[in-house]
């Protein structure tokens, strides 16, 4: 019943262990978990980075658990805070579901790996802790989504990622029912306003700020929920129950109870709903830049070839046709620009985001190029069955058009990225931190994670030296 799904969920997340996942379940955890390092890696070499670390730097601290990339160790809490906001720097971290509704993995992840190194625990425990968060918090997130409606006004995006770093931190911590029941009610009654509808979307109110999503703030916040209700702090037993439950906290209009419970231990969200993003943006412009990377590449087009870009594609889209951004994060949501990194061959990551690139003309001229059009059938097919898609044209200067469609973005669970892309992914963001031979090291405990004794030694390689 809707009035005891705290407790039935509370009651799972206490009672899961290691041993009850298939193989390719924690096969594919481990990719989220190589995914997430790598972003937190060149998420701490952007300007969200390079304004991010210094003052935890300062700050300092009880020496818990390792700042990636930041060189020193800090208190759990203001790791998870860190790194999660790294993670999410570029926007290339995982994305929930094939239209987006959050990044569990960057709250998660770097929640786990904080508290998990803190306390010394196991690469099982860790893997643990990661899946029953992915697939209790992410339930919750999906049962609270609001309607087409309210979302015009209202939507806690990232708001229910608490309850995910919330459950990580909980399962290393070893909480019981009641303290588990107590960081449950924490995390919900702390967790982030929210915000998506103030980001900046309007033309008038860019750029679009830094607190994103957010994903540091729900790890922050679900971390210490777990800490204080292993030190007997109370929180409210009922939070996800009722009609005054979390779900209108978040400021939805609904909640579907059935969704937070349905193949709860025999489903594996982390398996067929989470998707890897192979371009450092918003995932909302990926099935675009999927069809313009095909286009360039299969006729050889130069950027200077190109003298017009039309897609077509569904609302959010269209919001994001903005020229000349200002800055890293707004550029991210400025899909001329991206479209233009895309023709002029650039590799995703905190390359796409250099001052050189935001100021160069010639990336200007060539994003001044692109359109966007509002697709009335596009925009359904999002609108009634959440899927993203895109046509895209290519005028070239000679006349000739290309088009592409496509229908399932690169990286979603129907047309997933490979191994070898996600390995090469992470190659190319921890370079700007970390040398050849620190990375296969690091490939090479994620891919045995579940054989480490403790973190210490991944996590004093991911450390890598400050920026200067």
């Given at each position: 019943?809707?009035?005891?799904?705290?407790?039935?969920?509370?009651?799972?997340?206490?009672?899961?262990?290691?041993e009850?996942y298939?193989a390719?379940?924690?096969?594919k955890?481990?990719l989220?978990i190589?995914?997430?390092i790598?972003?937190?890696?060149?998420?701490?070499?952007?300007?969200?980075?390079?304004?991010?670390?210094p003052?935890?730097?300062?700050?300092?601290g009880?020496e818990?658990a390792?700042?990636?990339?930041?060189?020193?160790?800090?208190?759990?809490?203001?790791?998870?805070f860190?790194?999660?906001?790294?993670?999410?720097?570029l926007?290339f971290?995982?994305?929930?579901?094939?239209?987006?509704?959050g990044?569990p993995?960057?709250?998660?992840?770097?929640?786990?790996?904080?508290?998990?190194?803190w306390?010394?625990?196991?690469?099982?425990?860790i893997?643990?802790?990661?899946?029953?968060?992915y697939?209790v918090?992410?339930?919750?997130?999906?049962?609270?989504?609001?309607?087409?409606?309210?979302?015009?006004?209202?939507?806690?995006?990232?708001?229910?990622?608490?309850?995910c770093?919330?459950?990580?931190?909980?399962?290393?911590?070893k909480?019981?029912?009641?303290?588990?029941?107590?960081?449950?009610?924490?995390?919900?009654?702390?967790?982030?306003?929210?915000?998506?509808?103030?980001w900046?979307?309007d033309?008038?109110e860019?750029?679009?700020?830094?607190?994103?999503?957010?994903?540091?703030?729900?790890?922050?916040?679900?971390?210490?929920?777990?800490i204080?209700?292993?030190?007997?702090?109370?929180g409210?037993?009922?939070?996800?129950?009722?009609?005054?439950?979390?779900w209108?906290?978040?400021?939805s209009?609904?909640?579907?109870?059935?969704k937070?419970t349905?193949?709860?231990?025999?489903e594996?969200?982390?398996?067929?709903?989470m998707?890897?993003?192979?371009?450092?943006?918003c995932?909302?412009?990926?099935p675009?830049?999927?069809?313009?990377?095909?286009?360039?590449?299969?006729?050889?087009?130069?950027?200077?070839?190109?003298?017009?870009?039309?897609?077509?594609?569904?609302?959010?889209?269209k919001?994001?046709?903005?020229?000349e951004?200002?800055?890293?994060?707004?550029?991210?949501f400025?899909?001329?620009?991206?479209?233009?990194?895309?023709?002029?061959?650039?590799?995703?990551?905190?390359?796409?985001?250099?001052?050189?690139?935001?100021d160069?003309?010639?990336?200007?001229?060539?994003?001044?190029?692109?359109?966007?059009?509002?697709?009335?059938?596009l925009e359904?097919?999002?609108?009634?069955?959440?899927?993203?898609?895109?046509?895209?044209?290519?005028?070239?200067?000679?006349?000739?058009?290309?088009s592409?469609?496509?229908?399932?973005p690169?990286g979603?669970?129907?047309?997933?990225?490979?191994?070898?892309?996600?390995?090469?992914?992470?190659?190319?963001?921890?370079?700007?931190?970390?040398?050849q031979?620190?990375?296969?090291?690091?490939?090479?405990?994620?891919?045995?994670?579940?054989?480490?004794?403790?973190?210490?030694?991944?996590?004093?390689l991911?450390?890598?030296?400050?920026?200067?």
């Amino acid at each position: 019943m809707a009035e005891w799904v705290t407790k039935t969920l509370v009651d799972y997340t206490v009672g899961t262990a290691f041993e009850q996942y298939p193989a390719a379940v924690i096969e594919k955890t481990k990719l989220h978990i190589l995914d997430s390092i790598g972003c937190a890696l060149g998420g701490s070499r952007s300007a969200i980075g390079n304004s991010i670390l210094p003052p935890f730097r300062k700050m300092g601290g009880s020496e818990e658990a390792t700042l990636i990339g930041g060189g020193i160790k800090v208190p759990a809490v203001h790791a998870a805070f860190v790194n999660g906001t790294n993670a999410n720097a570029l926007d290339f971290d995982d994305t929930y579901l094939s239209d987006g509704i959050g990044h569990p993995g960057s709250s998660t992840i770097p929640a786990a790996l904080a508290v998990g190194e803190w306390r010394k625990a196991s690469g099982k425990e860790i893997i643990n802790a990661i899946i029953t968060a992915y697939d209790v918090g992410n339930r919750i997130g999906l049962a609270i989504q609001p309607t087409r409606e309210r979302l015009k006004n209202v939507w806690g995006f990232g708001t229910w990622q608490t309850f995910c770093a919330a459950i990580a931190a909980a399962r290393i911590l070893k909480l019981d029912t009641e303290q588990m029941l107590n960081a449950f009610g924490v995390a919900g009654a702390t967790a982030p306003l929210p915000c998506t509808q103030k980001w900046g979307w309007d033309i008038s109110e860019r750029p679009i700020h830094w607190v994103k999503e957010p994903t540091g703030w729900p790890g922050w916040t679900g971390t210490l929920a777990a800490i204080l209700a292993e030190n007997g702090f109370v929180g409210n037993h009922y939070i996800l129950d009722g009609e005054n439950g979390f779900w209108i906290m978040a400021g939805s209009d609904r909640c579907d109870y059935e969704k937070m419970t349905a193949g709860l231990g025999t489903e594996w969200l982390i398996m067929t709903e989470m998707s890897f993003k192979p371009y450092s943006c918003c995932r909302w412009q990926h099935p675009a830049l999927d069809g313009l990377k095909k286009i360039i590449r299969d006729y050889k087009l130069p950027p200077e070839n190109v003298r017009e870009v039309i897609i077509d594609s569904f609302s959010w889209v269209k919001t994001q046709e903005v020229y000349e951004p200002q800055g890293v994060v707004d550029a991210q949501f400025c899909i001329p620009y991206t479209a233009a990194m895309i023709m002029m061959g650039n590799k995703p990551g905190p390359g796409w985001y250099t001052e050189e690139n935001l100021d160069n003309q010639a990336v200007k001229d060539l994003a001044g190029r692109v359109r966007v059009n509002l697709d009335p059938e596009l925009e359904s097919v999002y609108a009634n069955e959440g899927e993203q898609t895109a046509r895209v044209g290519v005028i070239t200067r000679q006349g000739r058009h290309y088009s592409e469609y496509t229908e399932i973005p690169s990286g979603d669970p129907r047309n997933p990225l490979s191994y070898e892309e996600i390995e090469e992914k992470f190659r190319i963001q921890a370079s700007y931190v970390l040398d050849q031979d620190s990375i296969s090291q690091v490939i090479s405990m994620v891919n045995g994670f579940e054989n480490l004794n403790t973190v210490s030694g991944l996590m004093a390689l991911l450390a890598g030296k400050p920026p200067a």
